[in-house]
């Protein structure tokens, strides 16, 4: 949800090595529909070959690794086959590359010179920092998969509240690396400096934490944070510590489930945590972006129909990942097959079966929060396009309510977006734009209401 692209790892394939060296960073820019959009790629030579990676900082995409980089004759080109993208270009005696930048077979011109893309972060933490910082590794034991995460806590000598950040939806590091912004590491900064231990962690395959990403659904993330909480309670400072979560967006569901199953949680905090179903969220969520984006009012309804058809199916299926690729694809082929060539089809039921995401379709939020008996912040921004914050802040605290919980606070942010940046639209081409990563009146409430509750 978090994220446009989904990055993946290849083996890169032997190339050949010629006078010329393109070594470097470079830098470009292409214009989709008016919308400027810059791109840029690290080319690096070891030994007789060349590896490369993109970044498309405004769609949250950073690093992704090329799964081929030939360099021959001055022509370059870099594939990367499962995203269906492709950049293939002539470097001339000025040392600019000139070239085509494809998406599924359709080119767009991309001229790339020397250069790296300048992001101005100042919430970004630097060191030295006022606490203790640590690298630490957990073991989930239902399938051995090491996990890696940072702990941070107060220098201070005393009891001190711990809280563990759930990350949001994508393949996750444990500063939440998006849109050249790490706010997990922001949130966590601000909260070790005002007496609460913190600990955030590269979600599996992610990072420095083994594991296969493909393979993780909500239901797996929650056994990662569960053996995560048993593995700190086992450590000596946390041996009479308060512990809570604190879940952004996907994890916002993850936090709630692991409470109601551990029941031995403090606290809670929801952030641009969904409310309400996730197959209804995601149709919300399609129809903001498409308003934002100027689409007339009668295609968006088209679309929603269409997709929501799809919803209906894996929300409905029992079937295993292949079969119901299969299911989906003969949905989209049978009924709107001149509407989608292959290629996009393909590419339309990759979004909607992955695990993580198939995961999220099925998810029923209000399940797990009608059970939190715990006190609960939920803090959404009104410029979220991806979590709607009427419906979903309404389904927190009609959820929580039926359960009977009545230490809640639930609060809308004004001008604040997915990330709880300040921000005019909303739009995720302003994540990227935008330089504060996590905006100050929000780690403020949030950083009270924590060391209020536990006193």
């Known amino acids: 949800m978090d994220r446009i692209f989904i990055i993946f790892s290849f083996f890169f394939f032997t190339v050949f090595s010629f006078s010329q060296d393109i070594s470097g960073d470079w830098i470009g820019e292409v214009n989709i529909n008016g919308n400027k959009l810059e791109i840029a790629f690290n080319i690096e030579k070891v030994a007789n070959?060349?590896?490369?990676t993109?970044?498309?900082?405004?769609?949250?995409?950073?690093?992704?690794?090329?799964?081929?980089?030939?360099?021959?004759?001055?022509?370059?080109?870099?594939?990367?086959?499962?995203?269906?993208?492709?950049?293939?270009?002539?470097?001339?005696?000025?040392?600019?590359?000139?070239?085509?930048?494809?998406?599924?077979?359709?080119?767009?011109?991309?001229?790339?010179?020397?250069?790296?893309?300048?992001?101005?972060?100042?919430?970004?933490?630097?060191?030295?920092?006022?606490y203790h910082s640590e690298n630490v590794v957990f073991v989930n034991k239902d399938d051995n998969v090491k996990l890696s995460g940072t702990l941070t806590v107060p220098k201070e000598k005393g009891n001190y509240a711990l809280a563990i950040i759930v990350s949001g939806s994508g393949a996750q590091n444990r500063d939440g690396d998006m849109?050249?912004?790490?706010?997990?590491?922001?949130?966590?900064?601000e909260l070790t400096k005002n007496g609460i231990a913190v600990f955030r962690f590269d979600e599996r395959g992610v990072g420095?934490?083994?594991?296969?990403?493909?393979?993780?659904?909500?239901?797996?993330?929650?056994?990662?944070?569960?053996?995560?909480?048993d593995f700190l309670k086992e450590r000596k400072?946390?041996?009479?510590?308060?512990?809570?979560?604190?879940?952004?967006?996907?994890?916002?569901?993850?936090?709630?489930?692991?409470?109601?199953?551990?029941?031995?949680l403090d606290f809670l905090v929801l952030l641009a945590a969904p409310g309400i179903n996730g197959d209804k969220l995601m149709l919300l969520q399609k129809a903001a972006f498409e308003r934002n984006l100027g689409i007339n009012e009668l295609q968006i309804q088209?679309?929603?129909?269409?997709?929501?058809?799809?919803?209906?199916?894996?929300?409905?299926s029992d079937l295993d990942n292949i079969s119901l690729k299969d299911s989906i694809n003969s949905y989209y082929s049978n009924k709107y097959g001149a509407l989608f060539p292959e290629n996009q089809r393909k590419m339309l039921v990759e979004q909607i079966t992955g695990s993580e995401v198939a995961s999220f379709i099925r998810s029923q939020p209000a399940a797990y929060l009608e059970e939190i008996d715990i006190p609960v912040l939920a803090l959404n921004g009104d410029k979220d396009l991806q979590v709607s914050v009427k419906e979903n802040l309404t389904g927190i605290k009609n959820a929580l309510a039926k359960g009977g919980n009545q230490d809640v606070e639930i609060i809308t942010l004004e001008n604040l977006n997915?990330?709880?940046?300040?921000?005019?639209?909303?739009?995720?081409?302003?994540?990227?734009?935008?330089?504060q990563t996590f905006s100050p009146k929000a780690l403020t409430l949030i950083i009270n209401w924590v060391k209020r509750k536990t006193k």
């Open 418 to 435: 997915h990330l709880f940046q300040e921000s005019e639209s909303g739009s995720l081409s302003e994540y990227a734009e935008i330089e």
């Open 179 to 189: 849109f050249g912004h790490k706010p997990y590491f922001v949130l966590a900064n």
């Open 302 to 316: 088209q679309g929603q129909k269409v997709v929501k058809e799809a919803y209906d199916i894996v929300v409905n």
């Open 49 to 52: 070959d060349y590896v490369s």
């Open 54 to 130: 993109l970044s498309i900082l405004k769609q949250g995409l950073s690093g992704a690794k090329a799964s081929a980089t030939v360099f021959e004759d001055s022509i370059i080109t870099i594939s990367f086959p499962d995203l269906k993208l492709e950049y293939k270009g002539k470097l001339n005696d000025k040392m600019e590359i000139i070239g085509n930048f494809s998406q599924s077979g359709h080119p767009i011109p991309l001229d790339l010179k020397k250069g790296t893309i300048t992001l101005n972060r100042p919430q970004e933490p630097k060191p030295p920092f006022n």
């Open 237 to 264: 400072e946390f041996s009479n510590s308060k512990i809570g979560l604190i879940g952004h967006s996907i994890g916002g569901i993850v936090a709630p489930k692991v409470a109601v199953e551990k029941g031995d």
């Open 208 to 229: 420095e934490s083994e594991g296969d990403f493909n393979t993780v659904t909500i239901n797996v993330s929650a056994a990662d944070v569960k053996y995560a909480i």
